[in-house]
């Protein structure tokens, strides 16, 4: 293993040119989505936990009435305990994947980055903008948070920024808007 020395570390979170475990390009200052974010992902994987744990008890709940006692006590226990596991790894995980997600705006594209296990870096060219979609739901507007969709020329291709305070989005809307009109005109 090599060794690097102090004086030629990058900062944390930046990017190293020779380093193969980043895909992130050179030189970039990314925003990162705002801290409150964490509270919204907790608050949905706290309701997908209660789902999932109502659905997966539902043959606890037959198995103990008599309606279905076709296979083992044990199995109807795994199923409601296996939701309650995946769940609290995923509340575990949350506030780093929230950290993981950023975007950079640069002269001529957007980068938008996000994913631990599985990293995405998405460049969007701001010619191939169709439109730039703003979302509020109900959580994101208690905490006072949207989401940014830039809807691309290819069908299948949306760019999404979550987590942003309501006045950035408004200006990533505005500001995305006019330079991908801008660019679209210079085609």
Known sequence: MRQVPETDRAPAGAAVADDPKTIDPEGVDWL???????????????????VWLIITSIPL???STGVWGGYPEWLAWLL???ALLWSLIDLFVTNRRVRAIGYAERDDDLLVRQ??????VLVVPYGRMQYVDVQMGPVDRAFGLCKVQLH??????TATIPGVTADEGARLREQLSARGEARLAGL
């Open 115 to 120: 994913g631990i296990l599985f990293k995405k």
């Open 61 to 63: 709940v037959l198995r």
């Open 152 to 157: 691309t020329a290819a069908s299948d291709v």
């Open 80 to 82: 409601p305990g296996l």
């Open 32 to 50: 990162r989505v705002h801290p409150d974010y964490v509270k919204v992902r907790i608050f949905g994987v706290l309701i997908g936990a209660v």
